[in-house]
């Protein structure tokens, strides 16, 4: 079928390939019509959601929980350490160190902000890479998050914004473990001050127990 230059067709239908000799301009190029728009801006908001993306959250950019001044380093007391490997063999984690044989509880912190295509109000976790090495304590080993939105002025609304119990890493295989977070009322570029708690106690080993977080992420449904 041949169409004129002039034709007005409304509610065409066409089933197959279209060529087109020339320019093609439609009349409405706005981002709502943006599906054959040339050069149309399209709004993010009309793209299609990708479900729970992830971003990694580097061992890196943990630091002590209580300084942030201060970098992860050797685990000891109530914070956790991040481990010093050899390039190209091993890759650095987060250790809560050697526990053999004592109880503790120890935080590393990390400020993480939502990406700006991230889709308001819609899910968001936190999703750790977990387990043993060596042997797994002879008692118990929990890994927890907890949240809180910084209101970007130096304070927080004081509401805790993990809604996942406490979860055993005491396994020498590792795996993810999910913490969802209360994400009605978050946006793009919303700063998560976020603490990370390896909460164990061992008192019967004789080799060494070690808690490890592999990695740590965050998920996120974004649009772009």
């Known amino acids: 079928m041949v169409i004129s230059a002039r034709a007005v067709l409304p509610n065409l239908h066409i089933t197959g390939s ?5 320019a093609f301009t ?8 943006a599906k054959f728009a040339t050069n149309a801006e399209v709004q993010r908001g009309k793209l299609a959601q990708l479900q729970l993306a992830e971003y990694v959250i580097a061992p890196t950019r943990w630091r002590v929980w209580n300084n942030l001044n201060a970098l992860l380093s050797t685990a000891a007391t109530d914070d956790l350490g991040i481990t010093s490997t050899t390039f190209g063999t091993n890759s650095p984690a987060i250790t809560a160190g050697d526990i053999m044989g004592v109880t503790s509880t120890r935080y590393a912190r990390a400020l993480i ?32 998050v907890e949240i809180y939105e910084s209101d970007k ?3 927080n609304d004081n509401v805790e914004l993990i809604a996942t119990a406490p979860q055993s890493i005491n396994f020498l295989m ?6 969802v977070v209360t994400s009605t009322d ?4 919303a700063i ?10 061992d ?7 070690t808690p490890t977080l592999g990695a740590v992420s965050l998920l996120c449904d974004i649009r772009g």
């Not at 590792?174 to 913490?179: E, T, V």
């Open 174 to 179: 590792f795996q993810a473990y999910d913490f």
């Open 26 to 33: 439609p009349t409405d190029a706005t981002a709502t019509n």
């Open 186 to 189: 978050l946006t793009p570029g």
């Open 192 to 201: 998560l001050d976020t603490r990370i708690t390896v909460d164990s106690q």
């Open 113 to 144: 902000d939502l990406p700006m295509e991230y889709d308001a109000g819609e899910t968001v976790l936190i999703r750790i890479y977990a387990g043993m090495l060596t042997t797994i304590a002879d008692l118990t080993c929990n890994v927890d």
């Open 203 to 209: 008192d019967n080993s004789t080799t060494a127990v």
């Open 18 to 22: 279209v060529t087109v000799d020339g």
């Open 153 to 155: 002025d130096g304070t």
